[in-house]
């Protein structure tokens, strides 16, 4: 399967522990994009790297976010000191840079904070 | 700033009927318009998308939408529906040089057979 994998796809914790996330793009995108998507609502954008640099953010990431893309290649998103309200799916696209093109998703990694 | 309201949060169809979901978005610039299907337990896909060129795009499964600059609009068609069209529809926009994708909070499509 060459599509943007997520890892893994579901995931529970304990209220104030830390959490990661994998992203594997589609391998020739440059640009790659976290979002989050809670029930009844659309997906919320959380931040986008154009190759290993992170260019925006949204102000819906707190100091407990943080994510990276150490090689333009994968990236992982932490979240710390999990609060019930991040409970989410978490959703990775990615896109090329180049012209209109659209952005591909991958199946999401599903948060519960217990 | 830019957002995107789809009118129908939950609609319900007989097949054969047809379908038309609404999407407006708030953007004076240039747009790129796009429609993502869900179905159940999957990932989100790529209806279709607008970026240039006729305003009538065609989609994968026979959907279709209509771009309508004076309106702000970009309505989903399809005129006749299956059981398996049932997902959950999202409209998305990206405004101008922005990166990010706008999304509305999608509708909910249950077509019975």
């Known amino acids: 399967d060459t599509g943007v994998s997520q890892d893994p796809r579901h995931k529970i914790t304990k209220r104030g522990q830390n959490v990661t996330f994998r992203c594997d793009p589609i391998s020739e995108h440059n640009r790659l994009y976290w979002y989050r998507q809670t029930l009844g609502q659309g997906p919320e954008f959380l931040t986008y790297f154009q190759n290993e640099a992170q260019l925006e953010k949204s102000r819906l990431l707190s100091d407990r976010f943080s994510a990276e893309r150490p090689k333009g290649s994968f990236s992982t998103l932490e979240i710390q000191r999990t609060e019930q309200g991040d409970s989410a799916m978490y959703l990775c696209a990615s896109s090329l840079m180049a012209g209109n093109t659209e952005a591909f998703f991958g199946q999401g990694t599903r948060l519960t904070v217990v | 700033a830019q957002s995107v309201s789809q009118h129908n949060h939950h609609v319900i169809l007989s097949e054969a009927a047809s379908l038309e979901l609404g999407c407006n978005y708030s953007?004076?610039?240039?747009?790129?318009l796009f429609w993502y299907v869900q179905y159940p337990g999957q990932h989100l896909q790529l209806l279709l998308k607008?970026?240039?060129?006729d305003p009538l795009v065609k989609g994968i499964k026979g959907f279709e939408a209509e771009f309508i600059k004076s309106k702000f609009s970009f309505n989903l068609r399809k005129p006749s529906v299956q059981w398996s069209d049932t997902a959950e529809y999202f409209c998305a926009v990206k405004a101008g040089n922005n990166r990010k994708l706008i999304w509305g909070l999608g509708t909910s499509l249950a077509v019975n057979p």
């Open positions: 953007y004076g610039g240039t747009v790129n």
């Open positions: 607008y970026f240039s060129g």
